[in-house]
Every structure is written in C-alpha cells, then in structure tokens.
Nanobody, 123 residues
C-alpha cells in the first residue's frame, strides 16, 4: 500500500506563492503517476497537475497552467506543487494521489490519497 502525506498549505494574499509537498511512503514502481487535486467546499474534486514519475512528464489543468509547477525529487519520494500568482479562486483543500498504469484526470481512478492540506488565498 502507498501512503501519501501532504504539507505546505497555509494562508497567503493574492499574487503570493506556496509550495506543497507530498511525501510518498512505501513507494512501489507500479505507482507511476502522482497527481494533485483540489476541492473547494462542496465542489467536486478538480485535477490540478499530473506527474508521470518514470519520465517526469507533466500536465496541468487549464486554470493553473503557467502558474503551477509539479516536480519530484531525485529519489522520487517527494512530489512538489509550486504555486505562483495565487488567486482567491485557488482556495481549496489540496490532495495528492497516486495510481498505476499512467495518469488520469479522473479522481476515481486513484486508489491512494493523502489527507489534504488547506490553501487559502485572500484578496
């Protein structure tokens, strides 16, 4: 089983930056995708960024492309989400998730989830 733990959330003013971390424990090669999702209030969980760990290939949601960057450390045990030019609409609980057999934008495709970290952006 893969365990994920997020950190790095907090409160920031619009235009500011935060970096989220996701530590992946008991990492197995079959978990080849780590993704960041976010959920604001009662909204559905929204895909933010995907990372295919064997190659480092990434993809981003349209609302964050150009502002957010997903990356991993050399040991492939921690995945980061660098968030710049934050907007109030980015306010949400951010989750990292992992799956096998490639990446997906569907949250239901991910069996492993962290507990989430809150990001609040004020205007």
């Amino acid at each position: 089983q893969v365990q994920l733990m997020e950190s790095g959330g907090g409160s920031v003013q619009a235009g500011g930056s935060l970096r989220l971390s996701c530590v992946v424990s008991e990492y197995k090669e079959k978990r080849d995708c780590v993704a960041w999702f976010r959920q604001a209030s009662e909204n559905r969980r929204e895909g933010v960024a995907l990372l295919y760990t064997p190659t480092g290939n990434t993809d981003y949601g349209s609302l964050v492309r150009g502002r957010f960057t997903i990356s991993q450390d050399n040991a492939k045990t921690t995945v980061y989400l660098q968030m710049n030019s934050l907007k109030p609409d980015d306010t949400a609980t951010y989750y990292c998730a992992a799956r096998s057999n490639g990446c997906s934008w569907e949250s239901n495709d991910y069996p492993d989830w962290g507990q989430g970290t809150q990001v609040t952006v004020s205007s």
